[in-house]
């Protein structure tokens, strides 16, 4: 069966990095877009930016520009998302999801992964 | 890219039809038919309830019907039921090759 298995939850100071990993498992991986999406406590959700699995190819959101990378090892069917320079703001749940064939057709999620930025 | 526009809460009784409204722009769902809707309870992470407007993925209801006019796009939810009760999320393509999500809507069963 499909399984998204994100990395758990972070602490971080502001200014620091913060990487999180999304384990795949129950599907070719290489064949998905991975999607990262973030939901501050108490609001909506907030699109990321996508990863083509198979050539390493991101998409960002412009709100991210600059700050967050994307990363994946094929021999782990692993994806990551690095966000840097973080702040207060970037305090939120982050969830990696697949999509199945195309256009933001969500199918399978992670669990989420909380990163706490605090002083 | 300014969020999508949602109504904040949106109430039924068990049985009853009712409709959440996405409002866009030209940019987003007014150029593009990628409109997908997800629900999500609390603490969880949100489900994939229709995409590409209308098309229900396999295992979901077919309560759930989608819907777009211009730069709005709407999900209906018939036969309310309590299981129904959670968060629902618009997301759109834009014409920025990027996705923008909706500010989200409580749909409550009372």
């Known amino acids: 069966q499909v399984q998204l298995v994100q990395s758990g939850a972070e602490v971080k100071k502001p200014g620091a990095s913060v990487k999180v990993s999304c384990k795949t498992s129950?599907?070719?991986?290489?064949?998905?877009?991975i999607h990262w999406i973030r939901q501050a406590p108490g609001q909506r959700l907030e699109w990321i930016g996508w990863?083509?699995?198979?050539?390493?190819?991101?998409r960002f959101s412009q709100n991210f520009q600059g700050r967050v990378t994307f990363s994946r090892d094929t021999s782990a069917n692993t994806v990551y998302m690095e966000l840097t320079s973080l702040e207060s703001g970037d305090t939120a749940v982050y969830y990696c999801?697949?999509?199945?064939?195309?256009?933001?057709?969500?199918?399978?999620w992670g669990q989420g992964t909380l990163v706490t930025v605090s002083s | 890219q300014s969020a999508l526009t949602q109504p904040a809460s949106v109430s039924g009784s068990p049985g009853q039809s009712i409709t959440i409204s996405c409002t866009g722009t030209?940019?987003?769902?007014?150029?593009?038919?990628?409109v997908s809707w997800f629900q999500q309870h609390p603490g969880k992470a949100p489900k994939l309830m229709l995409h590409?407007?209308?098309n229900r993925p396999s295992g979901v209801s077919d309560r759930f019907s989608g819907s777009k006019s211009g730069n709005t796009a709407s999900l209906t939810i018939s036969g309310l039921l309590a299981e129904d009760e959670a968060d629902y999320y618009c997301?759109?393509?834009?014409?920025?090759?990027?996705?923008?999500f909706g500010t989200g809507t409580k749909v409550t069963v009372l």
């Open positions: 999801a697949r999509e199945w064939s195309t256009w933001l057709d969500l199918d399978f």
């Open positions: 129950g599907y070719t991986f290489t064949r998905h877009v």
């Open positions: 990863i083509v699995v198979g050539d390493g190819n991101p």
């Open positions: 030209r940019s987003d769902i007014g150029r593009y038919n990628y």
């Open positions: 590409e407007v209308s």
């Open positions: 997301a759109s393509y834009t014409e920025s090759d990027s996705y923008v």
